[in-house]
């Protein structure tokens, strides 16, 4: 085991001002299903899932800004917001991940930012809304040399696909991944 450049992994609801949501995850050679907010649900015995549950896809608006909901949406029906995932995924240092979006039909162009947080122990007791915990490690946002010249807009032209890539050097331990 590589204790120095393996780390585990759970995920956020990948926060956006569109609609959408990431349906799978590839972690390194891991296929990873996401929480789906239409199908999870009516699961008997409910899914463990690596990602948060979350009500729906649409975006945060109002005064979301100022609750829980800006780290993780809202929370699935009859949940509190950001209540974290009891599943991690272990993934080296370095790693390609990419992100599987539902149909990206929406009309807001913008970025597509990845952030990383160090839970400091178990992500499943961590929260992540408070403090500055959260490290951007990528983004992408409008390039007039590209056609479409956003981000956002080029989603759909990769089959809703978008892929970072970890960074090689990080510590070993458990992150969130939004």
Request: with cysteine; charged share 15%.
């Amino acid at each position: 085991m590589l204790l120095t450049s393996a780390f585990l992994l759970s995920f956020l609801y990948p926060c956006v001002s569109a609609h959408g949501y990431v349906q799978q995850l590839l972690l390194g050679p891991n296929l990873v299903e996401a929480w789906n907010p239409y199908k999870d649900p009516q699961k008997n015995p409910p899914v463990n899932k690596v990602t948060r549950k979350f009500l729906d896809n649409g975006p945060v608006t109002d005064n979301a800004f100022l609750t829980d909901a800006i780290t993780c949406n809202y929370g699935a029906k009859g949940a509190a917001n950001n209540v974290p995932a009891n599943v991690s995924v272990e993934v080296a240092a370095g790693s390609k991940v990419s992100f599987f979006w539902t149909e990206w039909t929406s009309d807001h162009p913008g970025p597509i930012m990845t952030y990383l947080a160090n839970c400091a122990g178990d992500c499943t007791t961590f929260s992540g809304s408070t403090g500055n915990v959260w490290v951007k490690i990528h983004q992408a946002g409008y390039d007039s040399t590209l056609d479409p010249p956003w981000a956002s807009k080029r989603l759909p032209t990769q089959n809703s696909t978008w892929s970072v890539t970890l960074p090689a050097k990080l510590a070993a331990g458990e992150y969130l991944l939004r």
